[in-house]
């Protein structure tokens, strides 16, 4: 990272450009992997089988044109807030105002999912922790007392996620490196070959694990040449993400062969136990418990202000935007973040969090990649000569495909459930135009 007192500032910000290619392929790649990787392996090969490796290619390649998409419009819009910023610029303050609500309902029902993880994994260390009340419990005190420790002060909760953030790559490394000795070539076999439905069906869910890059290109305002640096980061860490995830699913079934299929909770601590003895299994039990605390920390840290920003806003009511006198932090946003991803994950299962989780992020990733379509056609820079894909248009277009054939497997209550999101939020807009004494205008693309 670039000395911060020589660091160029961003104009009307005060923001510093200090993220270099190390520093942002870094922050790509811890926020991709999260801890749906130490369940899902077990989820897609419930309807793939040993061929589930077609669908870990089918979300790289996915998530490569969706990066090189993402990559291009970060190049022309060096503005702080990621892909909001991109879709505000080509489309305007509504669909800008749309992708932030989708974006929160995303990390809300991510989060619960989560959460779900970080219960299970505990209860494979302690069984008692899985009968349905314990199991609520839990979730309750986990969300109150995250809760309380953000309301107490940001750098609480900063403290918290930096602390955690290294624990959730060892673990799954040396997993691939000792658990590659136990697998037995049988098992990678293929029964069956997959039809596109279910390798889509698998591929919905799995995409679950490949996001997070948008996280990292929040940062983007603070990016030296964000022209150069920004698609090759991205793609330095997707690349890495998907080498690790094929790595653990080949293990993963090598190891267990039909057995990793049955065991929806905590998967791979079956295959630690392999591997390392019934220690191993402990061991990676907490690493999982480890990650996933450390992904709802995170979110508990950040995505509150999604809250905020619309009740100081007037999108919600006032107090949504008030702060603590004393600690400085959106106490009525914290708690009703918090209360949100309760419910949800009280309601609902692991699975299905995170398809309504996936569904929201894909429609928010369709509209970037038509974004980066409009910004190159609107000719768009803001921070020097822009990263232009070779071929025009065809990499976003070809995105865009892959992410409606993506949606395609989604079920109907999902659409319903986003789409009511999306008339509420619709609705918030017009109210906020209407008192703002504005009239109210779908789309009016900023000039840049």
Not at 328 to 340: D, E, F, L, S
Not at 414 to 424: D, M, N, P, R, W
Request: aromatic residues 8%; charged residues 10%; contains cysteine.
């Amino acid at each position: 990272m670039a000395d911060e007192k020589a660091a160029p500032l961003v104009a009307d910000t005060g923001l510093i450009r200090a993220l270099g290619v190390r520093a942002l392929g870094a922050n790509t790649i811890n926020s991709v992997i999260g801890s749906g990787i130490f369940v899902l392996p077990a989820v897609v090969a419930a309807t793939l089988g040993a061929s589930a490796i077609i669908a870990y290619i089918v979300c790289a390649i996915a998530a490569g044109l969706i990066a090189l998409s993402f990559a291009e419009a970060g190049s022309r819009v060096s503005a702080p807030g990621g892909l909001y910023a991109y879709i505000e610029t080509a489309f305007g303050p509504f669909s800008g105002f749309l992708s932030g609500v989708l974006f929160w309902c995303s990390q809300t029902v991510a989060s619960a999912a989560v959460a779900m993880v970080f219960v299970g994994s505990l209860a494979a260390l302690l069984p008692a922790l899985a009968a349905p009340v314990p199991h609520a419990a839990l979730l309750i005190v986990l969300y109150a007392a995250l809760a309380a420790l953000n309301i107490r002060g940001v750098r609480s909760g900063v403290s918290v996620v930096e602390t955690l953030t290294a624990a959730k790559l060892l673990p799954l490394i040396l997993l691939v490196v000792v658990g590659a000795f136990f697998v037995r070539p049988v098992n990678l076999q293929w029964s069956f070959t997959p039809t596109l439905s279910q390798v889509g069906s698998a591929s919905l869910v799995l995409i679950f694990a490949f996001q997070g890059v948008e996280n990292a290109l929040t940062s983007s305002g603070e990016v030296i040449n964000p022209s150069r640096t920004v698609p090759r980061a991205i793609l330095l860490g997707l690349g890495a993400v998907s080498l690790l995830y094929i790595a653990i699913q080949m293990v993963a079934q090598g190891v267990l062969g039909p057995e990793l299929a049955s065991d929806q909770t905590a998967p791979l601590v079956g295959v630690a136990a392999r591997a390392f003895g019934s220690a191993g299994g402990a061991l990676l039990a907490v690493a999982a418990a480890v990650s996933a605390f450390g992904y709802v920390s995170g979110d508990m840290l950040t995505t509150p202000r999604i809250l905020f920003a619309f009740g100081r806003d007037g999108f919600l009511p006032a107090r949504f935007g008030s702060v603590h006198p004393r600690h400085h932090t959106p106490v009525i946003a914290i708690i009703a973040h918090a209360a949100a991803c309760v419910a949800f994950a009280l309601t609902g299962t692991f699975t299905s969090l995170v398809v309504l989780s996936t569904v929201s992020m894909l429609l928010i990733y369709l509209a970037t990649c038509l974004a980066a379509i409009q910004l190159r056609r609107r000719d768009v820079r803001t921070d020097g000569p822009p990263f232009v894909l070779r071929g025009g248009p065809v990499i976003p277009l070809l995105a865009c495909v892959v992410v409606v054939w993506m949606l395609s497997s989604a079920s109907r209550i999902e659409f319903i459930s986003v789409g009511v999101a999306l008339v509420i939020a619709t609705v918030l807009y017009a109210i906020r135009q209407y008192l703002a004494g504005r009239p109210v205008v779908a789309t009016s693309a900023r000039e840049p």
